[in-house]
Nanobody, 127 residues
Framework: QVQVVESGGGSVQPGGSLRLSCAAS????????ISWFRQAPGQEREGVSC?????????YYADSVKGRFTISRDKSEHTVHLQMNNLKPEDTAVYYC???????????????????WGQGTQVTVSS
């Protein structure tokens, strides 16, 4: 059974940091491009970052997180991390990871065909 599990969320003050992790079961995460999406209450899910499956590990970021978030792949642990620094209240959302054959960004919008979405991990940024 294909499954992804997100972890690492929490509550922080503005300016704080969190590190999210994405792990998989039922498939080899290392063989897929991994994206992070987020969904705030009342809003559509939006992509924030993606790392390709190639050895180059090409990365992509939404303008709203560029310079603050860093996506990386830990091949020894078969996980993908999203390091989030200088968090802002508008980053508050449930964060999900998704697996695809490649990163697809069209006019700044991240596209994923992944269907086995996990429960996500809640990130709350508030003073």
């Amino acid at each position: 059974q294909v499954q992804v599990v997100e972890s690492g969320g929490g509550s922080v003050q503005p300016g704080g940091s969190l590190r999210l992790s994405c792990a998989a079961s039922g498939f080899a995460l290392d063989h897929y491009a991994i994206s992070w999406f987020r969904q705030a209450p009342g809003q559509e899910r939006e992509g924030v970052s993606c790392i390709s499956r190639s050895d180059d590990g090409d990365t992509y970021y939404a303008d709203s997180v560029k310079g603050r978030f860093t996506i990386s792949r830990d091949k020894s642990e078969h996980t993908v991390h999203l390091q989030m620094n200088n968090l802002k209240p508008e980053d508050t959302a449930v964060y999900y990871c998704a697996a695809d054959l490649r990163c697809t960004v069209v006019h700044g919008l991240f596209v994923s065909g992944f269907s086995s979405w996990g429960q996500g991990t809640q990130v709350t940024v508030s003073s």
